[in-house]
């Protein structure tokens, strides 16, 4: 049975936990001890479970936690992209000839209102899996003829891709990529896009330098990342610490986890 309010003492663990600010699984364990002294570790878990259904509490990083509760003018969102007719449209004939095939869909524009310029282009990203790339691309080349490139390296990214107004970028899905599904639609989570457009640098180049410093401060501000999603998928992308070292030294994000001992 779900806790009840009362049982989950929101009030008091608004009083005890600042908004937004970081803290323990142990510490959170420690309050609720205060209540019930007998506490056990299923009776915990189903109290953590109401409070993250409820949105009181995020998960932030390795058995860290935050409130969301209090001013909610400064809470953070939890993001749900908006698709564009055009991305729908290539979601839908992906669906419809591939009906078992995994993919991941986004689009640059999101990525727009957290930079200091706008781009004049939007890029649709299509992550299918490795052995159905080429017959992806080949149905969508049918749909969309020279808007759709494969696997594209820097110089098609600056000859080809970047003076069109849209266009879409088929690669391979990388296995345990970070993910949500809406309404049937399987979108990659903040972290993933995050990692991928500082390890993929030659593709997402328009994103790099000052650029990606303000997109990681504006959504790190703005939306709730998990860290420790964040951390894991750059270790699979061999960039853990390079991003971790970035983000330390040159953005003004305040990581929750240290990461000494994190590594590639």
């Known amino acids: 049975m779900e806790n009840s309010i009362s049982q989950l003492h929101i009030h008091e663990l608004n009083k005890k936990f600042p908004t937004r600010r970081p803290f323990p699984k142990s510490s959170l364990r420690g309050f609720y001890s205060r209540f ?57 004939i992906v669906k419809q000839a591939f009906p078992y095939l995994e993919t991941l ?29 080429e017959s992806v691309f080949n149905q969508l080349t049918q749909e969309y003829p020279g808007q759709v490139f494969l696997e594209p390296e820097r110089a098609m990214m600056e000859r080809y891709i970047l003076p069109l107004p849209e266009s879409i970028l088929v690669s391979r899905l990388m296995t345990q990529s970070p993910k949500k599904k809406l309404r049937g639609v399987t979108f990659p989570r903040l972290e993933k896009i995050l990692v991928d457009i500082f390890v993929d640098s030659d593709k997402f180049f328009t994103f790099q330098g000052e650029e990606l410093v303000q997109i990681f401060e504006n959504v ?10 964040l951390f894991r998928y750059a270790g699979r992308r061999n960039a853990a610490a390079r991003l971790r070292d970035f983000i330390n030294t040159k953005t003004m994000v305040a990581l929750a986890q240290t990461g000494e001992n994190q590594d590639d």
């Open 220 to 229: 790190f501000n703005a939306y709730w990342i998990n860290e420790k999603t």
């Open 105 to 133: 869909s986004w689009e640059t524009r999101l990525l727009h209102e957290w930079m200091l310029h706008q781009p004049a282009n939007n890029q649709i990203i299509l992550e299918v899996e490795k052995d159905a790339c």
């Open 36 to 92: 019930q002294p007998e506490l056990s570790e299923q009776a915990f878990r189903r109290i953590l479970y109401a409070l993250e259904k409820r949105q009181v509490l995020t998960p932030i990083g390795a058995g860290m936690y935050a409130l969301t509760a209090g001013d909610v003018s400064s809470s953070r969102a939890n993001f749900v992209p908006d698709w564009s007719s055009a991305c729908k449209g290539i979601q839908e």
